[in-house]
């Protein structure tokens, strides 16, 4: 049975200033007690699961940021994970920010069974850096990276951010060229989208944000999504671009409905169709887990048309698209007959190209992909 597990540690050192994540700085004191109640979680969920369905494909550590854990804890959280899910797992990435790590660091992760690191860098620009609230340089990411290699690790990808405030063309290109340069495997685009009760919301309330025009962040994204695959990256879902066979595991198993298990603080889980969602709250966890209580939050079983929809959209993320043979076989009905008239009408735009296998979004569909989304919502 294909799975997979996420790991969710809220820990920050800092918020930054776009970040609307289930994440808190300034919580230290409850690391211990939290890295506690995770592995108790471990033991019992995870060693429940992997009884069931054998070991997990991949592993992803998420947050927050799971290397502002300390190392003691960090390596708790490991040997549990090794005790009870299982070692050698093909793909165990661990998000790191290049502000939290060092070598001990890197090769106490490599040692433990982690084979691919995520690295939060979104720029390479100390100022861009500062104004957005990273707690790194863009120095430190270079030789977070560097020192990964040393680890060992083979596997290494990084965020980066367009839209910034006072980014202009030229910062993004050289990031660009850093992260070339690094030879990193892997690289993740995000645009800058200002979220409600941000330290940006506020900002863009009083006037005080200068973010570049939506023509100057298009140019960006245009530049992105041709200089990327130009570089060898190729573009395998919208905001992910790897050299090839460098694509994320993990993130392909959410766009391919396959089952995986939520644990710790926040953490979703997606298991037998339905959807869960563990308390934000880290203390309501915390004391939850140690009493043996539930501590999901939120438990969703989506109507017939509410997974469709899913499907359809999580599926047409990838460059692969919507597979005609996949959704028959998971709903028992043919594509056509759902989004005959929506396929049509999208590639009759240049936003969808169809075919027998299916139908998958075009440079411009990826582009203005809220567009085609929105016309697979069912009534
Ligand atoms: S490090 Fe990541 S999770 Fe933490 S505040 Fe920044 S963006 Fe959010």
Same mark, same amino acid.
């Given at each position: 049975m294909q799975w997979g597990v996420y790991i969710h /540690? @809220?820990?920050?050192?800092q918020k930054c200033f776009y970040c609307d994540f289930p994440s808190y700085a300034g919580? =230290?004191?409850l690391m211990e007690v939290y890295t506690e109640a995770l592995c108790q979680q471990i033991e019992i969920q995870g060693l429940s699961f992997r009884q069931k369905w054998?070991?997990?494909a991949t592993i992803y550590m998420g947050g927050g940021? %799971?290397? #502002?854990?300390?190392p003691q804890y960090m390596a708790q959280v490991l040997q549990a994970v090794n005790d009870y899910?299982?070692? $050698? /797992? #093909?793909e165990f990435t661990v998000e790191c920010? @290049?502000?939290?790590?060092?070598a001990a660091y890197l090769q106490l992760l490599r040692a433990e069974g982690v084979n691919r690191l995520s690295f *939060?860098? &979104?720029?390479? &620009?100390d100022e861009l850096l500062r104004r957005i609230g990273r707690i790194h340089s863009g120095e430190e990411a270079v030789q977070a990276v560097k020192m990964a290699r040393q680890a060992g690790f083979s596997n290494i990808s990084v965020d980066l951010m367009y839209g910034? %405030?006072? &980014?202009i063309l030229a910062d993004l290109q050289a990031s660009v060229q850093q992260a070339e340069e690094l030879s990193v495997e892997h690289i993740s685009i995000y645009g800058l989208q200002v979220e409600e009760c941000t330290a940006f919301a506020r900002m863009e309330e009083m006037g005080k944000l200068n973010l570049p025009s939506e023509e100057q962040a298009e140019v960006m994204y245009d530049y992105m999504t041709t200089a990327l695959p130009e570089l060898g990256? !190729?573009?395998? =879902?919208?905001s992910n671009f790897a050299k090839e *066979?460098? $694509?994320?595991r993990h993130n392909r198993s959410y766009w391919h409905d396959v089952p995986y298990l939520g644990l710790g603080a926040a953490a979703h889980s997606y298991l037998a169709g339905k959807r869960y969602a563990a308390t934000a709250d880290i203390a309501e966890y915390i004391a939850g887990i140690k009493a043996g209580r539930?501590? !999901?939050a939120l438990e969703e079983e989506p109507t017939r048309e509410h997974a469709m929809e899913e499907f359809a959209f999580l599926a047409l993320?990838?460059? $692969?698209?919507?597979s005609r043979q996949a959704f028959a076989d998971k709903f028992?009905? =043919?594509l056509d007959s759902v989004y005959g008239e929506v396929m049509a009408k999208l590639s009759e735009q240049g936003l969808l190209l169809v075919d027998k296998a299916g139908c998958r979004l075009s440079k411009q569909g990826f582009k203005y992909g809220n567009v085609a989304f929105a016309e697979f919502i069912l009534d």
């Open positions: /540690i @809220p820990f920050c050192r919580k =230290e004191k054998g070991k997990p940021t %799971p290397t #502002a854990l300390p899910i299982g070692q $050698e /797992i #093909a920010n @290049p502000g939290t790590v060092d *939060g860098v &979104q720029s390479f &620009q910034l %405030p006072g &980014q990256y !190729r573009r395998y =879902e919208v *066979g460098f $694509e994320s539930d501590v !999901r993320r990838t460059a $692969e698209g919507l028992h009905v =043919e």
